[in-house]
């Protein structure tokens, strides 16, 4: 058989939108509205007229698009005034930014979903009682008053003083990092959950913020459990380390908290303030029993060989001062770690009887786990940022002097408490040597009671702060609508209460006291407050080292290696306290991640990683630009450029050939699906953006993953000219076009279209796939059986076999049985060929029946359009000898030929596609493939 029919060409281009498509009209009543953030939206019909839907704004023109109306530009500035009357003026941007809402529970027009920038209420707030005072407040807490002796007890100064210098620093630098975040911008709730999602993106903030939303819960928890041991073991009326009773009146002082919060916030704001002076003025009381120890009011211990008893009544021959003074030597006694185990008295020595034994085995980690969340509370004036004169001011400046103060507290702590006070007392974790009573109460002056009170009444007051900011962060979370589980926390009482999400907080807290252990708990909230700090610390780092445009801080005193570090010390801090629990902690995070991921949050907040995903891109394209000028055989992949046509209902028409495309997935190649519009650009420019994302919302829903593109030019045939020279960046450029046959190409203008495009493509060296009876190709998910037919009929790099493979491993033709068919004519030998081709495709691994179909020569004039129609003809007849009940037939696409001298083109494209009508007349689904003239398939490792 003569093979000049399928001689490959010099050049051929194909296009998949090769029919002419309805002109877009200026009038745009015909048309759809398309609702930009339903394109995303599988479900969506796109037959619905829909406005406009609520989209959050980043920009001056969003906000000054919401309103309706606008003072015409004057006559100072005609030269700027707009035809189109949609340019405004500067002033109109800044009084509708600054604008004060008249109801505070109603958003701006232009954002539906977020709270207004700027409400109508008074700000009045400074650094100091903003920022500074509510960060103090909430940075002092339980940890100081129950447990810091102990730890200086077992750790001693020198590595007490490590555990403080540890923590405070890694507060410190995060302080910096969530300085310049907070800075860059308004923060208008949320807080380091705001900061985290809006750099981080949806995933990451969501997962962070759910963690952080369980901290805060269980530190609710923490400070109610701290409460009761100091009601519990620290009065001589109820005595004793009973875990019922700390069950039984954790749960009834957490329901008299939440009763509160719920009835209303101002009554917890009014008690915080009470619970602050008690704060500060109980660490006055403190510092003054450092300086004033021993006197006359504070207790003796009866102390016997380096151990301390229980009994009250001590004898003359052991009793001994349990503060010393700053005058002693206790500081030199207490400076190196006696880490005691459970049941020592001291180090390596069981006690026994009256003597005070430790409760738990003490070590290093254990006691920072315990102490970190002595630390939190850094974001206080980050969630108030609203209420600021000066936020961009208030927060660096009140933020860091806050921790600045709390940690030189704690540093002087440390030295002093270990200066005056017998080491087996500070090692006396409930005080049972000195009467149950509190070791830095009983180390203070004037009197133990007003430290005890400032305790309690700081227990109290964090443990309320807690309660009511971890509602309000869960109902952000809930508003963001990044998991559906959630959106009922989204939901306000008639006050602006978040009732729904208190019930929740309580829940989890009641889960925490259950556990009656204020060392167990702590542990769990070191996590989860460390992991928050290390995605803050990670934000900064981020948006320092992309250096975005919008990356614009006013807080100047920041570096991304001190972010870095900041988040390497979160990091290690978390696996140093509890590695077990840093691993649990991970994988909720890394669980909730995915989760988002899952539901599909949909939201571009401009956050750092996709700016990150983007540099990386633009590096590697790069790269990849350098290093090579065309692709090696093994990294050949399809990457298609597939060419459709779009309705009035902006729907593709051939929405197989979109699934055809998918199914070609598994060669990791990347798709680009175009169309043409006919008309002026500047006229329909519209028109084109919400083509483009009809595009892209048909390929989500069909599951292709890959790009979008629509131009508008006046004619289809220079529409896929311009997409097959021009579509693509770089190496990320297609080598494969596809496109529909012209089914009605005898009745409409659309064989020169169609002719025209595989013209084109074949001048542009590219692969071309032309899949016939696209509507009869398995769209579902149903699995097609029977066989997959490939007639390879002349080389073309391998492009036939490489693409039946590839639609061999989509689970729609993954049943289907392989055939290679090989043509022999005249001279050539088939039984030769046969065991060629066997083995040619065990090289390749491809596993496929083999069979050589003989045909004899008998036409040779090419020119003769009589004689090439009978080739076809009896082509045909073999074709469908062999291949007619197969499930798919895929053959070489022919030479399309170039008119003669003299002749009609329109003639010439007619006489071709009837000769292919005639080639694969009588089968079913067609496949028609011609290389790009390069190999893509090999042999070789």
Known sequence: MNQRMFNN???????????????????????????????????????????PGPNPYTTLSDIVNSQQAYDPVGDALALFQSGNGKQQKVSDVLS?????????????????????????????????QGVYLPTIQNIFGVILYLRFAWIVGNAGVGESLLIVGICCTTTLLTAFSMSAIATNGVVPGGGAYFMISRALGPEFGGAVGILFYLGTSTAGAMYILGAVELLLTYTESTGGDNLDKMRAFGTCLLLGMAFLVFIGVKYVNRF?????????????????????????????????NGTVLRSFNQTASCESDAFPGLHSSMLKENFGSHYLQKGESKLGVQGSGEEVVSQDDTSFTMLLAIFFPSCTGIMAGSNRSGDLKDASASIPRGTIMAILTTSSVYLLCVIFIGGITEGAVLRDKLGESIGGRLVMAEASWP?????????????????????????????????DDLLPILRVFGKSSASGEPVRALILTVLIAEGAVLIASLDLVAPIITMFFLMCYAFVNLACALQSLLKSPSWRPTYQFYH???????????????????????????????????????????????????????????????????????????????????????????????????????QLKGGKGFTMVASVLVGKYQN????????????????????????????????VEDGFDYLI?????????????????????????????????????????????VPKNIRAFPAGSDPMS???????????????????FLLKKHKIWAKCRLRVFCIAEGDDNSIQMERDLVLFLKLLRIRADVKIVELECTISDRTNHVRLMQTATKMNSVLREHSMEASLVMLSLPEVPSPEPGQDEAKTNVKYLELLEELIAGLNRVIMIRGGGSEVITIFN
């Not at 498509?21 to 009543?29: K, N, Q, T, W």
């Not at 995070?589 to 891109?617: H, P, T």
């Not at 084109?688 to 009809?694: D, G, H, N, R, Y």
């Open 9 to 51: 060409p010099s050049s051929s281009t194909m296009n998949n939108g090769f029919e002419p498509l309805i002109p877009v009209s200026d009038d745009r009543d015909q048309y759809i509205e398309v609702e930009p953030s339903k394109i995303h939206d599988k479900n969506y019909d796109g037959n619905q007229s829909k406005s």
């Open 96 to 128: 509708n930014l600054v604008r004060e809402n008249e109801d505070p529970d109603e958003p701006l027009s232009a954002e539906q979903g977020m709270q207004p920038l700027w409400q109508a209420r008074p700000v009045k707030l400074g650094t100091l």
């Open 272 to 304: 915080a303030s009470l619970c602050l002076v008690a704060v500060l003025l109980s660490i006055v009381c403190m510092f003054l029993g450092f300086f004033s120890s021993p006197y006359s009011g504070q207790s003796s211990v009866c102390l016997f």
């Open 447 to 479: 009197s133990q009671w007003i430290v005890f009170v400032g305790a309690l009444l700081s227990c109290i007051g964090a443990g309320l702060q807690s309660l009511t900011g971890a509602p309000r962060l869960l109902r952000a979370i809930a508003q």
């Open 560 to 662: 991304w290696t001190l972010s870095a570090l900041g988040m390497v010390l979160c990091a290690l801090l978390m696996l140093i306290s509890s590695w077990i629990y840093a691993v649990v902690a991970f994988f909720l995070a890394a669980l909730l991640y995915y989760l988002i991921q899952y539901n599909g949050a949909v939201k571009e907040w401009g956050d750092g990683l996709r700016g990150l995903s983007l540099q990386a891109a633009k590096f590697s394209l790069l790269r990849l630009e350098d290093n090579t000028n065309s692709t090696h055989t093994k990294n050949w992949r399809p990457q298609l450029l597939v060419l459709t046509s779009l309705n009035r209902d902006w729907d593709p028409k051939d929405k197989e050939l979109l699934d055809f495309s998918g």
């Open 684 to 715: 329909q420019a519209r028109d084109v953006k919400v083509a483009k994302l009809a595009l892209k919302r048909y390929m989500l829903k069909s599951e292709l993953e890959g790009f979008a593109d629509t131009i508008m030019c006046p004619c």
């Open 725 to 769: 020279q021009s579509s693509g960046l770089g190496v990320l450029k297609h080598n494969t076009v596809v496109i529909g046959w012209p089914d009605s190409w005898q009745e409409k203008n659309t064989a020169s279209i169609f002719l025209k495009a595989i013209r084109v493509t074949t001048a542009a060296e590219l692969a071309i796939v």
């Open 786 to 804: 029977g066989t997959v037919d490939v007639w390879w009929i002349v080389h073309d790099g391998g492009m036939l076999l490489l693409v039946a």
